[in-house]
């Protein structure tokens, strides 16, 4: 698989990253240590986890894996803090200096690692000045905690004012942000102020939500996310009149190509200007398998275009 640099920095990551969302709710410890055993074993480095993912046990599943499945050093982590999740079924925006470094302790503990390779503020915060942000990001990386810092979820001026704030200290090197062929309002503001300030772009939910895969075409799958009162509505919001013309697209790409529509739709958003890798999640060993296939796909640059044509 394809490494390539996040942004401006030196730090390397395949172009396809591991998301681990689904792992503790739909996805067992078994069917993790498949996924981190196949994916890796294609060349993948990037697997992406949180404290909030499956309410905290991905990342208790993750710290059974590390080493027993894959070594620690063959990985780049990487995690977030910003949204203390302590209360179980609870989400509260904290990035103060203590919230922040709380939780991050709190996650190399749980993995059972001495650092991340990149820690990200999960969220704006309001109620905390960008210059303590700033400065706590720097100071995770000069103790040693982290490697690399970004962010999460940011709007364009958010990013650039946490961008500005950070050059007296540790860089941002990604912006990690939903983005794919039904989720293009990034490119707007928020990629081109990542290209500016020397930010790659983690691109998640690329598939939104399985729905560019064309399974939801004739209604919902009983088997599928649509179908899951967790992340129905996830989907939902992606089952428009305007998405119907993106994934006919997409399907009639797919026939012309001889491939599957994951594997164009992965294809599209992984090849976007600014973008390091892009995070996928599987329920099961079957689900990564054909993403990995799909990953090798180079689209022609005429089906790009018109792929960019119906989604704009």
Do not use: N
């Not at 780049?76 to 203390?84: A, E, W």
């Not at 941002?172 to 983005?179: F, G, I, K």
């Not at 990953?295 to 790009?304: D, F, K, R």
């Amino acid at each position: 698989m394809e490494q390539r640099t996040v942004g401006a920095s030196g730090l390397r990551v395949s172009r396809l990253g591991l998301g681990t969302l689904t792992w503790g709710r739909g996805t067992d410890g078994d069917e993790a240590a498949a996924q981190l055993a196949a994916f890796v074993d294609a060349g993948g480095t990037l697997v992406d986890t949180s404290s909030a993912y499956g309410d905290g046990m991905a990342q208790r599943i993750l710290a059974e894996l590390l080493d027993d499945v894959v070594p620690r050093d063959q990985l780049v982590l990487s995690g977030s803090s910003g949204i203390d999740t302590s209360k179980l079924g609870e989400g509260r925006v904290d990035c103060s200096r203590g919230g922040l470094l709380t939780q991050l302790d709190a996650t190399l503990r749980e993995l059972g690692t001495d650092h991340l390779d990149v820690w990200q503020v999960a969220t704006w915060d309001p109620q905390t000045p960008v210059d303590e942000v700033a400065a706590t990001l720097d100071y995770a990386v000069t103790s040693g905690r982290v490697r690399y810092v970004g962010v999460r979820g940011y709007l364009g001026w958010q990013l650039a004012t946490a961008a500005t704030a950070a050059t007296r200290g540790a860089r941002l090197v990604s912006t990690q942000v939903e983005y794919s062929l039904l989720a293009r309002g990034v490119e707007e503001e928020l990629i081109p102020a990542a290209t500016y300030h020397g930010a790659g772009v983690f691109a998640a939910v690329p598939l939104a939500g399985g729905v560019l895969t064309g399974k939801y075409r004739g209604g919902v799958p009983v088997d599928s996310r649509g179908a899951d009162e967790v992340h129905a509505e996830e989907v939902r919001h992606y089952l428009t009149e305007s998405a119907v013309r993106v994934v006919d697209a997409v399907v009639t790409a797919a026939d012309g190509l001889g491939t599957s529509p994951l594997a164009v739709a992965l294809a599209w958003v992984r090849d976007r200007p600014g973008v390091a890798s892009t995070l996928v999640g599987a329920r099961d060993l079957a689900q990564l398998t054909g993403v990995l296939v799909a990953e090798e796909l180079e689209l022609p640059p005429a089906i790009a275009a018109a792929l960019d044509d119906v989604s704009a």
